[in-house]
Structure formats: C-alpha cells, structure tokens
C-alpha cells in the first residue's frame, strides 16, 4: 500500500518512469489513460486567453500531452505543444501530439522569449525544490509575460498537511496559499494561479 511503503514508492515516482504513470496505483496514477476529462478544463482554457487559430500555447508538465490533444480539439488550428520531464510520457504520448511533445525541464524551457500566448503548468511545479520552482514559473514568465496558469498543491493546516504528506508522492516544495502567493510574488510571476487541496476520506485509509 502507499502508507505502509511511502518511502520505496515515492523513490519509484520520483523517477516518472513506466511505474508512475502505468505502475501499481501506490506508486503513482495506476494507469494513464485519455479518456476526455481534459475537454471542458481545455475549453475553459481557450475562452479565458482568448486563444485562437495560429495562437501558441505550451502545456509544462504535460505527461502524455492529453490536454494539448485537447486544446487542440476544442480550438482547430490552435498551435498547442508540451513539455515534459518524462521520457516515456514522451515516448507515449497520445498518437494526435507526436512531434508536439517534448522532454525538457520546467527550469530551462528552450524557447524565446515572449513566444507563447499562454502557458500552462498545473500540478508540475511543485515537484521541484524551491529554487526549481522560482526558476520554472520565471521560465513561464519569461516565454508568456503575464499569460500564464499555474496550479499546485497546498494546505491549509495541519491536518490537510498531514494528508498531502500522508499521500503526496512527488511533491518536493509544498505549503499554504499564503507561501505560494508568496513564492509568485517573488518569482514576479504576473500570470495566473490555483491550488488544489488534497483531502482524502477517512474511510478509505481502512479498505
């Protein structure tokens, strides 16, 4: 299980291999397969940049690319490309984004400056240390000046810190909203952001 072997799991995830993405659910997704769930987050993406044909956007930590596949789809024409740290995400990736997806780190993106009109990096960020994480949404800032979107993890006390611990695999940077206002704010990132937290039922710890 995730708890009883924490420390040998997150090691197998921290690699982002086969096992993270298509390994034993302990280890990461348990099986990372398309099947949609991208669409309406990939509208809501379009319509909030006003992305249209010939527009480039860049998905940072984009596993399989099932969100460019996406955006994509809900915007024909739309110039849609990723970046990933995995090479078998790469190497995997959804038949629609072969040649748009790329491995590359989230701190050095190899891309102009200003070349983007937005970027995107939800639940990636926070797998760095903190410098990773300053560098990375720079990078972003950098590529699409105030047209980005960043989501991580957070909590809000400690017993919501006590579940990311319990159950986050590969998070290296974490804390409450007010330390990622506060890492943005330095960072000068001027684009969007979210957190997500994670809360797990109390009943299932015992199945």
Same mark, same amino acid.
């Given at each position: 299980?995730?708890?009883?072997?924490?420390?040998?799991?997150r090691a197998i995830a921290m690699k982002f291999?086969?096992?993270?993405?298509?390994?034993?659910?302990?280890?990461?997704?348990?099986?990372?397969?398309?099947?949609?769930?991208?669409?309406?987050?990939?509208?809501?993406?379009?319509?909030?940049?006003?992305?249209?044909?010939? !527009?480039?956007?860049? /998905?940072?930590?984009?596993?399989?690319? +099932? &969100?460019?596949?996406? %955006?994509?789809?809900?915007?024909? *024409?739309?110039?849609?490309?990723?970046?990933?740290?995995?090479?078998?995400?790469?190497?995997?990736?959804?038949?629609?984004?072969?040649?748009?997806?790329?491995?590359?780190?989230?701190?050095?993106?190899?891309?102009?400056?200003?070349?983007?009109?937005?970027?995107l990096s939800i639940n990636t960020v926070h797998?760095?240390?903190?410098?990773?994480?300053m560098q990375a949404v720079a990078e972003m800032?950098?590529?699409?000046?105030?047209?980005?979107?960043?989501?991580? !993890?957070?909590?809000? /006390?400690?017993?919501?810190?006590?579940? +990311? &611990?319990?159950?986050? %695999?590969?998070?290296?940077?974490? *804390?409450?909203?007010?330390?990622?206002?506060?890492?943005?704010?330095?960072?000068?990132?001027?684009?969007?952001?979210?957190?997500?937290?994670?809360?797990?039922?109390?009943?299932?710890?015992?199945?």
């Open positions: 299980a995730r708890l009883d072997n924490k420390d040998e799991n291999g086969k096992e993270y993405f298509d390994g034993a659910r302990e280890q990461g997704y348990g099986g990372y397969y398309y099947d949609g769930r991208w669409v309406p987050i990939a509208e809501d993406i379009v319509r909030h940049f006003c992305l249209k044909p010939g !527009d480039r956007v860049l /998905d940072v930590g984009c596993g399989k690319g +099932f &969100l460019v596949k996406d %955006l994509m789809k809900c915007c024909p *024409g739309l110039e849609a490309f990723g970046l990933d740290v995995s090479e078998y995400a790469v190497m995997n990736c959804e038949p629609e984004v072969i040649g748009r997806i790329h491995q590359g780190h989230a701190a050095r993106l190899p891309f102009p400056d200003s070349s983007f009109q937005a970027i797998n760095l240390d903190r410098a990773g994480c800032e950098r590529v699409a000046p105030g047209r980005g979107y960043v989501q991580v !993890d957070a909590y809000r /006390d400690p017993a919501e810190e006590q579940i +990311f &611990l319990d159950w986050a %695999l590969t998070a290296r940077t974490h *804390g409450t909203p007010r330390f990622w206002e506060e890492l943005l704010r330095e960072a000068q990132y001027s684009g969007d952001y979210y957190w997500t937290i994670l809360e797990v039922d109390p009943e299932w710890t015992h199945r």
